[in-house]
C-alpha cells in the first residue's frame, strides 16, 4: 500500500503539492474567521432553511445541501465541507483531464486556480450557494464527457443535474443552451450515426432539464403565487441596467414607468449608484411607500426596461459586453458603480451586513457564537489576497482564446479529436459570463471562469500543440453486453501491465514517441531482432519514426538486442502471448503520443521497405486500418494447407463482415493509434483476426495492400501444428463477430453507441 502511494504521489507531485498547499490556505481560513462568513444572502439562506419558501430572490436548491450539514454541525461544519468541496474540484478536474491524455504538469496547472484563488477560498468560507453551483457545472461536464459521448440515459442525468444548478443559482438558466448544442453536435460527429440518435439524446437532456425547472416554477406558483425560479426583483435582471442608462423623458413612458425611471438623479449620479442599487432600491418599504397605492411596481419596471431595451439597445450592448471584459482585467479592479469589490476580500475585522446582534444571533443558533476573527491569521489571507493570490483575468482571457483558437482548427487541433469535447466548458462559460454581465458585474459571478476555463484552456493547449490525437473514452453503455465486456477489459492493466508499464517510466521518463510506432511483439526472438530493428527507417515521408518493442517474457536476449539496436523496450516479466504483448504496446503508444502504429513481427517475414503503403492510405485520410495481403502480393515457400487456411479464413470473414478481405493474418499492418484501442481485445495469442473482425465491425474503413510475406530469418514459428491453429482460429474469428455482432445490437437498443475518438480523430483525416 505504501508502494502503491509512494508511486502515485511520484507520477502527480505537482497535483499533490497544489492540493496540500490549498489544505493549509483553507485551514488558515477556516481558523481565521468562525464559524463561517455571512454575506448579504446568508441570512436569507439562513432564514429559509427547513421553510424552503420559493418565493424569494434567491432560489431554494442550496438550502438542500445547507439543511442536513447545519442540523448535524452547525455553520462551522457547512463552511468545511464547502472547502473540502473546493479541493475536491481541483482534483476533479485534474482527473478529467488526464481522461483526455492532458499532460500531469498541465492538467495540474488548470486546476490550481481552483486550489490556490483566494476569491474561491473566501467564497467557500460563506454560508453561500456559489461554491455548490460550481460542483455542479463539473458534475454536468462529467456526465457529458468522461465516459464518452453521451446516450439518453446520461443526458438526462446532465439535464437533471442543471436543473438542480438553476434551481441552486438562477443564472445558470441558459446553460441548457450550449449544453444541448454540445450533445447535438457532438453526438454526431460520425457520420453513419445520422440525425436519430443526437435528436434523441439532445431531446433527453432537454426534456428533463425543461421538467426539473418547470416543477420548481410550478412549487413557486403554488407555494408563494409567483411562477418563476427567483431573481433580482418582479422588474426583472435588466432592470437594473436600463435605469442606470435610461433616458426616461424620450421614453414615451406611462405615469407608472416614468415615475420607477430614475428622472431626477443625472446620469453621472446614477453610475456613481450602479447597477446594484437599482436592482434592489424598490424592495425596500421606503422606497415602496412613494408610490401611489396599489401601484404594479413590477409592470411598470418592465414596461420601462422594454423601452430602453427597444429605443436604446446600443447604451444596454455597450454595457453588458463591457462588464463581460471587466471579467478579464489583469489585475482586480473595480469601476465606478460596480459591486464594492471589498465584499470578496478578508477583513481583518468579522464583515457585518447586518446588525452585529443579529450576525450573533445565527451564530449562537447553530453555533456556539458570537462570531470573531483571529486578527493574524486574517491578516495573513488579506496579504495573501490583495498581493498576486488569485488568477489574473488576462490568464483566463487567454485561456479562453486558445480554446476558440483550438474550436476553428488551428494548428493540430483540427485532428486531435479534442475540439467536441472543449466546446463544451467554452458554451457553459460563455453563457454563464454573458448572463451574468447582462444584469451587472461582480466579481463573485466570475469565479465558475476558475472551473470552466481552466478546462477549456488545458484541452485546447493539448489539442494545438500536443504530437497526438489522444484516445478518448469509449461511450458509456447500459447493456448486459457491455457490462460483460467492460469487465473483461478491465484486466487491462493487469498486474504484468503494470510491472512492464512501470518499467518502462523507470527507463524512458517522459520520452514521447514520434507520430509513426513500429510495434513489435517479441518473444525468444534474439537471433533475428537485431536485423528487423536496423532495417526500420527513422523517417518515412513526412513523419518521423520511433520503433517499440514489447518483450513478452522472453527467456533470452531479446530485450537485450532490441536495447542494443536502438528501439525503446517494454518487458513484460511474463510470457501471455502475442495478443496481450500488442495490446500493452497499443495502449502505451497512444499514451506517449504515437498518431499512427506500424506493427511487424520480429521475425523478418514481412518486407519493412513497403512500409510507406501502410502509411500513405492513413495519413491521406484514405482509411483507418491498412493490412497487408499475401494474396494480392506474394507468399514465398507457403506450406499448403496454411495457404488453404488462409483462403478459407478470408472467405469466413468477408462472409461474416460483408466486405471482402482475402488475407486476414498478415501481420504486417498500419492503422491510426485509437482504433485498436478502441476495439475488444481479449485474446492472447490469435489477436490478429480478432482485431481485424472488430475493425470491421465498428465501421473503421478497411484496407488490403498487395505485399510480400518472406520466410523467417531466423527461430521457429509459436503458433503450433496446422490443425490445431485452424481450429482456435476458426474459434477467434466466430467468437470475435458474435461478440461485436451482439455489442452492437444491444448499442443500437440502448441508443448510445458514438463515441469521440473515432470520429473526432477522422474528422481531420477524412
Not at 440525425?195 to 437532456?205: E, F, V, Y
Not at 465498428?698 to 485452424?726: D, N, T
Request: charged share 20%; glycine share 10%.
Amino acid at each position: 500500500m505504501t508502494t502503491a502511494l509512494a508511486r502515485v504521489v511520484r507520477r502527480h507531485w505537482l497535483l499533490v503539492l497544489l492540493v496540500l498547499a490549498g489544505a493549509v490556505l483553507r485551514a488558515v481560513v477556516h481558523l481565521a474567521y468562525r464559524p463561517a462568513l455571512l454575506y448579504i444572502d446568508s441570512f436569507r439562506y439562513l432564514n429559509d432553511v427547513g421553510v424552503f419558501y420559493p418565493g424569494g430572490i434567491n432560489p431554494v436548491g442550496y438550502e438542500f445541501f445547507l439543511a442536513p450539514l447545519l442540523w448535524i454541525g452547525g455553520m462551522s461544519l457547512v463552511a468545511a465541507v464547502q472547502h473540502l468541496l473546493g479541493l475536491a474540484l481541483g482534483v476533479g478536474i485534474y482527473i478529467l483531464l488526464r481522461r483526455f491524455a492532458v499532460r500531469r504538469w498541465l492538467a495540474a496547472l488548470a486546476a490550481a486556480p481552483v486550489l490556490l484563488d483566494a476569491y474561491q477560498l473566501q467564497i467557500e468560507a460563506n454560508i453561500m450557494s456559489d461554491l455548490l453551483f460550481q460542483v455542479v457545472l463539473l458534475a454536468a461536464i462529467y456526465l457529458l464527457c468522461f465516459w464518452g459521448t453521451p446516450g439518453p440515459r446520461l443526458a438526462a442525468g446532465a439535464g437533471a443535474v442543471l436543473a438542480f444548478g438553476v434551481i441552486t443559482r438562477s443564472v445558470g438558466v441558459t446553460l441548457v443552451v450550449p449544453v444541448a448544442v454540445f450533445v447535438l453536435l457532438a453526438a454526431g460527429l460520425r457520420p453513419r450515426e445520422g440525425w436519430k440518435s443526437r435528436l434523441i439524446a439532445t431531446g433527453a437532456l432537454v426534456g428533463v432539464f425543461v421538467a426539473g425547472v418547470l416543477a420548481y416554477a410550478t412549487f413557486s406558483a403554488v407555494a408563494a403565487g409567483r411562477f418563476g425560479i427567483g431573481g433580482s426583483t418582479g422588474g426583472g435582471v435588466l432592470y437594473g441596467r436600463a435605469a442606470v442608462v435610461a433616458d426616461c423623458d424620450r421614453l414615451g413612458l406611462t405615469r407608472e414607468e416614468y415615475l420607477v425611471c430614475p428622472h431626477d438623479q443625472s446620469p453621472a449620479k446614477r453610475q456613481e449608484l450602479g447597477i446594484d442599487h437599482y436592482l434592489h432600491y424598490w424592495d425596500v418599504p421606503w422606497t415602496r411607500d412613494t408610490l401611489p397605492e396599489g401601484m404594479d411596481i413590477s409592470a411598470a419596471q418592465r414596461g420601462m426596461t422594454n423601452k430602453v431595451i427597444a429605443q436604446q439597445p446600443l447604451d444596454i450592448a455597450s454595457g453588458i459586453v463591457r462588464d463581460f471584459l471587466k471579467g478579464f482585467a489583469p489585475t482586480r479592479t473595480q469601476s465606478v458603480g460596480d459591486v464594492p469589490l471589498d465584499r470578496w476580500h478578508f477583513q481583518l475585522a468579522y464583515p457585518l451586513y447586518e446588525s452585529d446582534w443579529y450576525t450573533d444571533e445565527w451564530a449562537e443558533i447553530y453555533d456556539d457564537g458570537p462570531v470573531r476573527v483571529r486578527t493574524e491569521l486574517a491578516s495573513f489571507l488579506r496579504d495573501y489576497q490583495l498581493h498576486g493570490g488569485y488568477t489574473p483575468g488576462i490568464v483566463l482571457g487567454f485561456g479562453l482564446l486558445l480554446a476558440a483558437t483550438a474550436l476553428i482548427g488551428v494548428g493540430r487541433a483540427v485532428r486531435s479529436g479534442l475540439r467536441a469535447v472543449i466546446l463544451l466548458p467554452v458554451g457553459m462559460i460563455m453563457a454563464l459570463l454573458s448572463t451574468a454581465a447582462a444584469m451587472e458585474f461582480s466579481w463573485r459571478y466570475q469565479l465558475p471562469g476558475l472551473v470552466l476555463i481552466p478546462i477549456a484552456g488545458a484541452l485546447a493547449a493539448t489539442a494545438i500543440f500536443g504530437r497526438r490525437a489522444p484516445v478518448l473514452p469509449r461511450p458509456l453503455d447500459t447493456t448486459a453486453q457491455f457490462q460483460k465486456e467492460n469487465r473483461m477489459l478491465t484486466t487491462f492493466p493487469d498486474e504484468v501491465d503494470r510491472a512492464a508499464l512501470e518499467d518502462y517510466d523507470n527507463r524512458y521518463g517522459d520520452h514521447r514517441f514520434a507520430p509513426v510506432v513500429v510495434l513489435i511483439a517479441a518473444y525468444n526472438e534474439e537471433e533475428s531482432i537485431g536485423g528487423v530493428l536496423d532495417s526500420i527507417p527513422a523517417r518515412s515521408g513526412d513523419l518521423d519514426v520511433d520503433t517499440l518493442v514489447v518483450v513478452d517474457g522472453a527467456k533470452d536476449d531479446s530485450a537485450g538486442q532490441a536495447l542494443k539496436h536502438g528501439a525503446q523496450t517494454c518487458v513484460a516479466p511474463v510470457n501471455r502471448g502475442q495478443g496481450a504483448a500488442l495490446r500493452l504496446g497499443y495502449r502505451l503508444a497512444a499514451q506517449r503520443g504515437a498518431r499512427y502504429v506500424i506493427t511487424t513481427d520480429a521475425d523478418g517475414q514481412y518486407d519493412i521497405d513497403e512500409l510507406p503503403m501502410l502509411l500513405e492510405p492513413l495519413v491521406e485520410g484514405r482509411a483507418d486500418f491498412v493490412t497487408g495481403s499475401r494474396v494480392l502480393g506474394s507468399n514465398e515457400r507457403p506450406a499448403l494447407i496454411r495457404r488453404i487456411g488462409t483462403y478459407v479464413f478470408a472467405w469466413l470473414v468477408s462472409a461474416l463482415t460483408r466486405q471482402r478481405i482475402t488475407d486476414t493474418s498478415f501481420g504486417f499492418r498500419g492503422m491510426r493509434v485509437d482504433v485498436p484501442n478502441a476495439v475488444t481485445l481479449q485474446q492472447p495469442q490469435y489477436q490478429s483476426s480478432e482485431l481485424l473482425v472488430g475493425a470491421l465491425s465498428h465501421g473503421y474503413r478497411v484496407l488490403e495492400q498487395p505485399m510480400r510475406m518472406l520466410p523467417r530469418a531466423a527461430g521457429e514459428s509459436k503458433k503450433g501444428g496446422s490443425f490445431a491453429y485452424g481450429y482456435r482460429y476458426a474459434k477467434v474469428v466466430l467468437g470475435t463477430w458474435w461478440r461485436e455482432r451482439r455489442a452492437k445490437r444491444d448499442a443500437v437498443i440502448v441508443g448510445s453507441t458514438t463515441e469521440f475518438s473515432e470520429p473526432a480523430a477522422a474528422a481531420g483525416e477524412r
